[in-house]
């Protein structure tokens, strides 16, 4: 049964997003040329519609069976700045930069005391627990935000 309403309420929201798809205006392509892929794996694509969205890759198949590609996507946001992306997927996975990802902050950043304090935590109890013994939080002092 429940099957049954989850499989009515899927085709409702299908159908209405479809719906929507209908009033949408058209977007013409302006480009679309793809090649490959070859024998060796070599392979790209190039595409571009009327209203400012790119994507551009290629890519080949490397000796170990993998595969790796390079490449480029961008589309207008509602402000009307261009966001833009470049990418490697390889090996080492997917690697995209961008001004719009958010960055970590700079390391070597200050430690709080209160995790400096867990980490000598953690270290007094595995050496306890080297010789056989048990550690109590209350040997190493309060910890931020327990009120002891």
Same mark, same amino acid.
């Given at each position: 049964?429940?099957?049954?309403?989850?499989?009515?309420?899927?085709?409702?929201?299908?159908?209405?997003?479809?719906?929507?798809?209908?009033?949408?205006?058209?977007?013409?392509?302006?480009?679309?040329?793809?090649?490959?892929?070859?024998?060796?794996?070599?392979?790209?694509?190039?595409?571009?519609?009327?209203?400012? %969205?790119?994507?551009? /890759?290629?890519?080949?198949?490397? %000796?170990?069976?993998?595969?790796?590609?390079?490449?480029?996507?961008?589309?207008?946001?509602?402000?009307?700045?261009?966001?833009?992306?470049?990418?490697?997927?390889?090996?080492?996975?997917?690697?995209?930069?961008?001004?719009?990802?958010?960055?970590?902050?700079? /390391?070597?950043?200050? %430690?709080?005391?209160?995790?400096?304090?867990? %980490?000598?935590?953690?270290?007094?109890?595995?050496?306890?627990?080297?010789?056989?013994?048990?550690?109590?939080?209350?040997?190493?002092?309060?910890?931020?935000?327990?009120?002891?």
């Amino acid at each position: 049964m429940k099957l049954i309403i989850a499989a009515v309420v899927m085709g409702v929201a299908l159908a209405q997003d479809a719906l929507s798809l209908d009033e949408r205006p058209l977007v013409a392509i302006i480009h679309n040329a793809q090649s490959g892929p070859d024998e060796t794996g070599v392979h790209s694509s190039d595409f571009e519609a009327e209203n400012g %969205i790119r994507f551009q /890759f290629s890519g080949s198949q490397s %000796i170990d069976g993998g595969a790796s590609m390079v490449g480029a996507y961008s589309y207008p946001m509602e402000d009307g700045t261009l966001a833009e992306v470049t990418f490697v997927a390889d090996e080492n996975g997917y690697q995209p930069e961008s001004s719009l990802l958010p960055v970590a902050p700079a /390391f070597p950043h200050p %430690i709080p005391e209160f995790v400096l304090k867990q %980490i000598e935590f953690a270290r007094q109890q595995e050496e306890a627990e080297a010789r056989g013994e048990a550690v109590r939080r209350q040997d190493i002092g309060p910890t931020q935000g327990q009120g002891n």
